[in-house]
């Protein structure tokens, strides 16, 4: 109860913005739309976007996100909201205009049937990140983070990432745009809200904290 009061804090202040931050709604139509993708032609599809994001899904470039396990729904969300523009980058926003919804569920599909990245323990002191993980701030009124991406950052079903082995680098930036407000595709500003709270070095530490989780 005490986790639930902590995320509708978070939320409801939120509900005054008019613009929606994303046109996806995850009907229980949409949900079964993404898990029905087709994985050949999601395959197919993914080969070119190895040069960036890996042959098996896994980036060899921090800036460049792993897809690799992402959850198929926050993959294709992340694709409709380039297409849409409610996620602004020029590669991304171009090439998602050339998907179908089908495209972009197939895609989505295959890379949350590949093996998440597996790598090697932070040198990093990560306390601090451990306790925003496991604990929140109750003075901030931050939840803990696994309430929403899971004891092993799994991410949810429904538009909540996978965390777990993603790139350090790409993991801190997104978190800096969500608290400069350069990305604003998050629903009810959730990740704005908190990621405006947190200190620079509670960002490299959580960043660092998830490439590592396994």
């Known amino acids: 109860m005490?986790?639930?009061?902590?995320?509708?804090?978070?939320?409801?202040?939120?509900?005054?913005?008019?613009?929606?931050a994303?046109?996806?709604?995850?009907?229980?139509?949409?949900?079964?739309?993404?898990v029905d993708g087709n994985l050949k032609n999601g395959k197919k599809l993914a080969e070119a976007c190895a040069s960036c994001h890996g042959e098996k899904g896994i980036s060899a470039i921090g800036m460049f996100p792993s897809l690799a396990g992402q959850t198929g729904n926050y993959t294709y969300k992340q694709l409709r909201d380039y297409a849409d523009g409610k996620r602004e980058n020029p590669m991304m926003s171009s090439i998602a205009k050339g998907l179908s919804k089908q495209d972009s569920a197939d895609l989505a599909a295959w890379f949350q049937s590949l093996p998440t990245a597996k790598n090697k323990a932070s040198k990093m002191d990560l306390s601090k990140a451990t306790s925003l993980v496991e604990q929140g701030n109750g003075k901030k009124i931050l939840p803990p983070?696994?309430?929403c991406h899971g004891?092993?950052?799994?991410?949810?079903?429904m538009d909540t990432p996978a965390l777990a082995g993603q790139q350090a680098e790409y993991t801190v930036n997104t978190l800096l745009e969500y608290k400069n407000g350069t990305r604003h595709n998050d629903i009810y500003s959730r990740m704005r809200?908190?990621?405006?709270?947190?200190?620079?070095?509670?960002?490299?530490?959580?960043?660092e904290f998830y490439q590592q989780l396994k």
């Not at 009061?5 to 939120?14: D, R």
């Not at 004891?151 to 079903?157: H, I, L």
Request: charged share 20%; aromatic share 4%.
């Open 2 to 20: 005490k986790r639930l009061l902590l995320l509708t804090a978070l939320i409801v202040p939120s509900l005054v913005s008019a613009e929606p």
């Open 22 to 34: 994303s046109n996806m709604v995850w009907t229980p139509e949409a949900l079964d739309f993404v």
């Open 145 to 147: 983070c696994l309430v």
């Open 151 to 157: 004891s092993k950052g799994d991410g949810q079903r």
């Open 193 to 207: 809200v908190i990621a405006k709270q947190l200190s620079d070095k509670e960002i490299q530490q959580l960043g």
